[in-house]
């Protein structure tokens, strides 16, 4: 069973007390500097997605500059006052920028982060990931496509995505491929040839492209080529019933079962995943996101038992799938409607389990919400 804990407050004032690399995935959908306020399901505010330049926001802009120094980001702050002066935009990012210094701290050698935004500030956001974690350790622009625009297309292109960078902590982030099922009529087409079974299967080439390869060059059931295997494996390939000789002469080729096609490889846009709007799911926050779409994230770049944070939780979208999928979890969240929704629906999907306030931040420690 998983263990969990939520905390509330500003992640950033919780983040200062979390030991460094306890983390080892972190999601993060934070405010997009919309400029409005998101009402929930009863009209109460659920959050205000509002920035100015202020006093607030001058503390936080000396508190980065102090965290940057000496670091490849130092000149993050200055080149933001020098690109947009002291606006909305820059409390917004220098909010961002502190937060994210802090993630990367807490975050594992081996982990990534994955920042959900959309087009308002994605390509100033990609900016401050780079000073923060830098550049070589980006490793996706992922797009997902919501089947709902968010405007009409009467003035300018319909927009209908969202974007989720990922950036690594080190060259060694884990990652597993993650596939979809192959469409029905591709199968049948792809895969035409049927077993006694009735299983379906392709045949495919074991020739080699490389034709300078005098140690895989030899005669195999009467055919000399450049083979992709050594002849010991290609013999147990035949012995197993894998190579398909079609009549005497021709050139073998190998059987691949459809079953043991993982299926289509996701790629970097996402259109399979559809919003809540209108969906069972729906717990009526304004920015919930479904739980699928946190699942491929999860699945992709963490191992059950790994720490998830979500350092914006709202609904707990990111804590439900993390526990369905045997993690253990950390959210955090200031607003208290979304902490009660985050709770009401922990305590509703996963009865078994027993939540309780979380009080201590020591996430090596085995702990329940």
């Known amino acids: 069973m998983s263990d969990g804990i939520l905390y509330h407050g500003d992640c950033l004032d919780v983040l200062r007390v979390f030991p460094d690399a306890c983390v080892d995935l972190i999601y993060l959908d934070p405010p997009f500097n919309s400029n409005r306020d998101f009402f929930g399901k009863d009209g109460q505010v659920a959050f205000r997605d509002r920035w100015r330049w202020d006093e607030?926001?001058?503390?936080?802009?000396?508190?980065?500059?102090?965290?940057?120094?000496?670091?490849?980001?130092?000149?993050?702050?200055?080149?933001?006052?020098?690109?947009?002066?002291?606006?909305?935009m820059t409390a917004y990012l220098v909010m961002m920028a502190n937060r994210l210094a802090e993630l990367r701290r807490v975050l594992k050698s081996t982990g990534s982060l994955y920042l959900h935004c959309d087009p308002t500030a994605s390509h100033y956001l990609k900016a401050v990931l780079d000073a923060i974690f830098g550049g070589r350790n980006f490793r996706n622009e992922i797009i997902w496509k919501r089947s709902v625009s968010k405007n009409l297309a009467r003035r300018n292109f319909a927009a209908s995505h969202d974007v989720l960078f990922r950036y690594a902590k080190t060259k060694g982030a884990r990652f597993t491929a993650q596939h979809i099922p192959h469409d029905p009529e591709?199968?049948?087409?792809?895969?035409?040839?049927?077993?006694?079974?009735?299983?379906r299967y392709r045949l495919d080439d074991l020739t080699n492209p490389a034709r300078n390869r005098p140690n895989l060059t030899y005669e195999f059931l009467g055919v000399t080529r450049t083979w992709r295997w050594t002849r010991e494996r290609m013999m147990k390939a035949w012995e197993d019933g894998r190579i398909v000789l079609s009549s005497p002469g021709a050139v073998p080729r190998y059987k691949v079962w459809l079953e043991d096609c993982p299926?289509?490889?996701?790629?970097?846009?996402?259109?399979?995943?559809?919003?809540l709007?209108?969906?069972?799911?729906?717990?009526?926050?304004?920015?919930?996101?479904?739980?699928?779409?946190?699942?491929?994230?999860?699945?992709?770049?963490?191992?059950?038992?790994?720490?998830?944070?979500?350092?914006?939780?709202?609904?707990?979208?990111?804590?439900?799938?993390?526990?369905?999928l045997g993690r253990r979890w950390s959210g955090i969240d200031k607003e208290t409607l979304a902490l009660s929704v985050a709770f009401r629906r922990m305590r509703?999907?996963?009865?078994?389990?027993?939540?309780?306030?979380g009080e201590s931040v020591d996430c090596e420690r085995k702990r329940t919400y």
Request: net charge neutral; glycine share 12%.
């Open 56 to 88: 607030q926001a001058r503390r936080e802009a000396a508190s980065l500059e102090k965290t940057l120094s000496g670091t490849h980001g130092e000149s993050l702050m200055p080149a933001l006052r020098s690109l947009l002066g002291e606006s909305g």
């Open 186 to 199: 591709y199968a049948r087409k792809r895969f035409g040839y049927r077993d006694a079974d009735g299983r």
């Open 263 to 275: 299926g289509k490889a996701v790629g970097d846009v996402w259109d399979d995943i559809s919003p």
């Open 277 to 324: 709007r209108g969906h069972a799911e729906y717990l009526g926050y304004p920015t919930q996101k479904p739980v699928a779409l946190l699942e491929r994230v999860i699945l992709a770049s963490s191992n059950p038992g790994d720490v998830v944070l979500d350092p914006f939780c709202g609904t707990g979208t990111t804590l439900h799938a993390a526990q369905k």
């Open 348 to 357: 509703a999907a996963f009865p078994e389990c027993v939540f309780a306030r």
